[in-house]
């Protein structure tokens, strides 16, 4: 497809973008705090089948999507940077809508983003060449495509910066923290709606020369995403609240990052702008399927949520030993293993 | 489900210690934020032992056994001793005053009584030569010599349970649904107590038709007093699903509610009120920008609500106009619903979760009864997010009358009325029944009257009183409620006030005090406010201001009685008052003229029954002279 001297983001735009991913990052940073990254090796079970969703099932998707609709190069290295993205806090806020373990997501965003460090660059090695090749060959003369790894990396740690930030407040001041949580998570979506909305009214006629098959890709990451997360979890042993966050912080990137990264480490127009649209595309239909997926899993997991609840509730009044004993029927196959039971310790 | 068989309370001891078995029926708070579990069976078992206890103590089929208890394990632990010998237990808390006390146990012919504690035993001990026949006193708690307590009682059973097993079995199934339960003595509001008999099958029936969906994986939270009709409902209720109850006190509730998450929780709409203002306190003391933020949420919320429940006909009013601007209104509110639905979202978790998880976290719905929960408060929690499920019954109906439920919850009113229960409103004048009107079946909505209702859960009558009783229970089963109401277009119960509390002025007028008192009490300066003037002129209000509030900003004020002699805060609150009037668009005639501050604040068990309801005819026997000499000093100024 033919981009031609379409502006995807227009200086307002990019300023925009620009404050809203600092402001997004500060918020994220302010939710966290040092227990959480000692959470993460409580649970690192649960953490690593996350990690592997993550990083080993959404970058392989990602190439396999690429390779299989034969999309075009800069268009197919967008779709694996974003598939090698980590979980953003997004992903805790639906996690916490479809009664999944919250905790869990924030441990698995905590990591995903700091293992991203390491992560983005080696995988865009990994299943970038072959669509780097294809665009050498394309330009034939034209001065030579490679990815920038040290520049992402260096993005990367910008992106960084205004985490750590959020982190220094929430450790100053509780009550800060958590306003400036809610106050970026509010900013966000306005900033995301806005820019959503304008840019697909700017550019309807980029929408309309949009081929299918880029559509098709957007839409079916998150989805993969989701399905993998949720059933790999369950052959692996994971309950059915760790299932629900698991699923939703694979499916759900973090759209901001590789914003941050796209506008910071490729200055040509030629070369931003194809990725720049499939990153919208994908954040577009991110915000509608995660929705959708939200609410299933809602509806599902009431019963199990109420559950786990009351068994937490118990072990706390009653004495860690307390084992829960419904009667015989009362809990349905899929959980009663389920370690939030009694059967063995929150992993 | 209750199995159908079941004749008796005792059957639910039974049927649930069999279904339920190892799970937790009640908890009780030990030190260190740790609880003590009592299961199912374990009740069930130590209820049989007591039962037989009581047998050995000469206890026959269908005697009354008193128990002066406030909220603990031992009263379920005796209530099931009771009920799996036979007795109709016969409660009252330790607030109870003597003379109550005195007349109830003499009035049921109690010839065993249990109490919570040594100073219960000291209260009945000093009453005994009023009471002939009372033979055993059991001590729930506390030890004195002499005196047997209920682990004794319980301990004597359990070696005679072989021996009087078969005894105690048939006891139980010659029981019928139309044997006594139980005898709740009420202080009403007017006069003598009066002990009103409930049966099995008034019990059974509310279990039945009382519409909630609660099981094994609900947590209650219990601080209504036990010996409450609604709360011995509610716990039968509870009993019967599997679902744990935690006993509370008003004392440790907000850590509580934090430590159990409870999912549901009965309760009367003075918690609801506390609730609110320490929430709204919170809020205050927080930060700028987190007010801000729950500002914003509250918006939103409130918003949000209102369309849903436009959309849903939730309303208390009928939408008036052609089919198409109904229709259009509907459009624009789906809009909007549609348009703020991810703010909403987003505040939703985040902003109004927090608050929230100050009330447990876990709340799917309250129910509130025991009176009129004020529309404020309502919203409040509504836009919160918390389901405040108003509802309305009395100790003679066992009590559930009516209650919201899903896809009625129309704010201001008290939800449709629950099955197998007829609802008719009755004019006070004219005696006509207004609705249902069977002729003209969309007619009589919004047509006020008496509130008289005929069902299952309608009480036996009052104990050895046939003429009182004959005065609310007529022939054909219909209980007068003596409370104003009408029925709303989407068949909601709409509770207008106490069909005796209307004051009626000197000029005709009549006027519903208590929604004016609660609109009142939202005042910032007013903590209790009771308005006056039967057969006067105009009308006039006592008020307990609120002490709190004035000290934060005059910090030399000490006490009520230092304010009552304030002319500014007196001024002040008038001013407040004419100000709440003027703006709810209160008629002329309905409006304060003048008021006088009192001294002191009114107390349970003078001026306030145990659900926090003013003893009207006490107030105004109490402050009689202050009260004239409102009107005195009121008459000079020109109304």
């Known amino acids: ?347 | 489900m209750l199995s159908s068989d079941i004749q008796s309370v005792a059957g639910i001891f039974r049927q649930s210690a069999e279904r339920f078995g190892d799970l937790p029926a009640f908890a009780t708070r030990l030190r260190g934020g740790r609880w003590q579990p009592l299961s199912f069976r374990d009740l069930y078992e130590r209820g049989r032992a007591l039962a037989v206890g009581l047998m050995e103590l000469g206890l026959r089929k269908g005697d009354a056994v008193g128990i002066i208890s406030d909220n603990r394990v031992e009263w379920i632990l005796a209530e099931a001793g009771i009920q799996l010998c036979g007795g109709v237990s016969t409660p009252r808390g330790t607030d109870v005053t003597d003379a109550d006390l005195a007349y109830m146990l003499e009035h049921a012919e109690i010839q065993v009584c249990l109490v919570e504690s040594p100073r219960e035993l000291e209260r009945v001990d000093s009453l005994a030569d009023q009471l002939p026949r009372l033979k055993h006193v059991v001590l729930l708690s506390g030890e004195v010599d002499g005196v047997l307590s209920l682990a004794e009682l319980e301990l004597n059973g359990r070696e005679r349970l072989a021996e009087r097993e078969s005894e105690l079995e048939e006891r139980l199934a010659s029981m019928t649904s139309d044997d006594l339960f139980t005898l709740i003595y009420t202080s009403g509001t007017t006069g003598k107590p009066k002990g009103v008999m409930l049966t099995h099958s008034n019990m059974l029936s509310q279990i039945r038709n009382v519409p909630l969906e609660l099981t094994c994986t609900d947590r209650v939270l219990s601080i209504l007093p036990i010996w409450h009709v609604f709360e011995r409902m509610f716990e039968m209720y509870t009993l019967s699903r599997g679902v744990c109850s935690y006993y509370t006190s008003a004392r440790t509730l907000g850590q509580d509610l934090l430590d159990v998450e409870p999912t549901f929780m009965g309760s009367a709409p003075r918690l609801w009120e506390s609730l609110h203002d320490r929430i709204l306190e919170g809020v205050r003391q927080a930060h700028p920008m987190r007010r801000l933020l729950f500002k914003m949420a509250r918006f939103l919320a409130r918003r949000h609500h209102a369309s849903m429940a436009f959309l849903r006909s939730e309303i208390p009013q009928k939408p008036r106009g052609p089919r198409i601007c109904i229709w259009t209104r509907k459009g624009v509110h789906l809009v909007r619903v549609s348009l703020l639905l991810p703010f909403y979202g987003f505040f939703n978790a985040s902003v109004l979760e927090a608050v929230r998880q100050k009330a447990g976290g876990s709340l799917k719905a309250t129910i509130s009864g025991g009176g009129a929960l004020p529309s404020h408060i309502d919203e409040f929690f509504t836009t919160l997010g918390i389901q405040v499920l108003e509802g309305y019954g009395l100790t003679e109906t066992s009590p559930v009358l009516a209650v919201r439920v899903s896809g009625k919850r129309v704010r201001g009113t008290v939800g449709p009325v629950i099955p197998n229960t007829e609802c008719r409103i009755v004019d006070m004048e004219s005696n006509r029944v207004v609705w249902p009107d069977p002729e003209h079946p969309e007619q009589g909505c919004d047509q006020r009257g008496e509130i008289q209702v005929r069902g299952p859960q309608v009480m036996k009558g009052y104990r050895r009183d046939p003429e009182l009783t004959h005065t609310v229970l007529s022939e054909d089963g219909w209980f007068r409620t003596g409370d104003l109401g009408c029925v709303t277009w989407n068949g909601c119960l709409k509770i207008l006030g106490r069909a005796k509390s209307t004051i009626v002025l000197s000029n005709g007028e009549n006027v519903e005090p208590e929604p004016i008192e609660a609109r009142l009490t939202q005042c910032l300066h007013i903590d209790r406010v009771y308005l006056c003037g039967q057969d006067r002129r105009h009308l006039t209000a006592l008020v307990v201001p609120d002490l709190q509030v004035f000290r934060s900003d005059q910090p030399d004020i000490h006490s009520l009685s230092d304010l009552a002699e304030d002319e500014q805060a007196r001024r002040l609150i008038l001013k407040e008052i004419k100000h709440v009037q003027a703006q709810s668009g209160d008629p002329r005639f309905a409006r304060v003229q003048a008021i006088s501050l009192l001294s002191s604040p009114f107390t349970v068990g003078e001026e306030l029954t145990n659900l926090q309801k003013m003893k009207r005819h006490v107030i105004e026997k109490k402050y009689a002279e202050q009260i004239r000499l409102l009107y005195q000093s009121s008459a000079e100024v020109p109304s």
């Open chain 1, 1 to 347: 497809m033919n981009f031609g001297d379409t502006v995807i983001l227009h200086a307002v735009d990019q300023a925009l973008l620009a404050v809203m991913i600092v402001v997004i990052m500060f918020g994220m940073g302010a939710g966290l705090t040092l227990a959480d990254f000692r959470a993460v090796f409580r649970r690192r079970r649960l953490v690593a089948i996350g990690f592997v969703s993550q990083f080993g099932f959404m970058p392989l998707l990602a190439f396999g999507l690429a390779h299989v609709l034969s999309l075009e190069p800069y268009l197919a290295i967008a779709l694996i940077l974003i598939g090698t993205l980590p979980g953003g806090s997004t992903s805790n806020m639906f996690t916490y809508f479809a009664r999944g373990n919250v905790a869990l997501s924030i441990s698995m965003t905590t990591a995903s983003t700091l293992a991203a460090l390491v992560m983005i660059p080696l995988l865009l090695n990994l299943y970038t060449p072959y669509f780097v090749k294809q665009i050498g060959v394309e330009l034939e003369n034209g001065p030579e495509f490679v990815i920038p790894t040290a520049n992402i990396l260096v993005s990367l740690l910008l992106v960084l910066v205004p985490v750590a930030a959020g982190m220094i407040l929430r450790h100053r001041s509780r009550g800060w923290a958590k306003a400036a949580e809610d106050t970026a998570g509010f900013m966000a979506m306005i900033v995301i709606l806005f820019l959503i909305s304008t840019t697909m009214i700017r550019h309807h006629a980029l929408v309309a020369a949009t081929p299918p098959s880029v559509f098709l890709a957007a839409i079916t990451l998150g989805l993969f995403g989701f399905g993998f997360g949720y059933h790999a979890s369950y052959f692996l042993g994971a309950p059915p609240m760790d299932q629900r966050a698991i699923s939703l912080e694979t499916g759900i990137q973090n759209g901001p990052v590789a914003f941050a990264i796209l506008l910071l480490t490729f200055p040509d127009a030629a070369v931003v702008n194809p990725m720049l649209w499939m990153t919208i595309l994908y954040s577009t239909f991110i915000v509608c399927s995660s929705s959708i997926v939200t609410l299933c899993l809602r509806k599902r997991g009431q019963f199990d949520a109420e559950v786990a609840k009351n068994t937490v509730v118990h072990r706390r009044l009653f004495g860690p030993d307390y084992t829960t004993r419904y009667p015989d029927g009362f809990l349905p196959a899929r959980i009663r293993k389920d370690p939030a039971q009694g059967a063995f310790k929150d992993g």
